[in-house]
Nanobody
Framework: QAQLMESGGGSVQAGGSLKLSCAAA????????KGWFRQAPGKEREGVAT???????IYVDSVKGRFTISRDNAKNTLYLQMSSLTPEDTGMYYC???????????????????WGQGTQVTVSS
């Protein structure tokens, strides 16, 4: 069973930056599609970005140009660099991994098998 562990969350002011990391604690396929999701209080979980093993990325429209997803396959680590943060970016951020290598155009939580416990991001105005 793959275990994913996020880190890097925190509290920042609007306009600030944060970098999230997600490390795989146990054996995990380095070729699988990986992604970041977030969930704000009272809202459904939302797909933020995905990246496949060769670095092709997909972003939800609301973060394009502000967030960058990347991965280090040798370290089995996933990253999310977030900049120009707004209060609307506040939420619990989760990393996730699919069983297969393909990242679909629409980011849906149902397509991901393994999940981390989440790291909180709070952006104040």
């Amino acid at each position: 069973q793959a275990q994913l562990m996020e880190s890097g969350g925190g509290s920042v002011q609007a306009g600030g930056s944060l970098k999230l990391s997600c490390a795989a604690a146990t054996y995990y396929s380095s070729s699988a599609c990986k992604g970041w999701f977030r969930q704000a209080p009272g809202k459904e979980r939302e797909g933020v970005a995905t990246v496949n093993s060769v670095g092709s990325t997909i972003y939800v429209d609301s973060v394009k140009g502000r967030f960058t997803i990347s991965r280090d396959n040798a370290k089995n680590t996933l990253y999310l660099q977030m900049s120009s943060l707004t209060p609307e970016d506040t939420g619990m951020y989760y990393c996730a991994a699919a069983l297969g290598p393909v990242c679909l155009d629409r980011i849906k939580s149902a397509d991901f098998r393994y999940w981390g416990q989440g790291t909180q991001v709070t952006v104040s105005s």
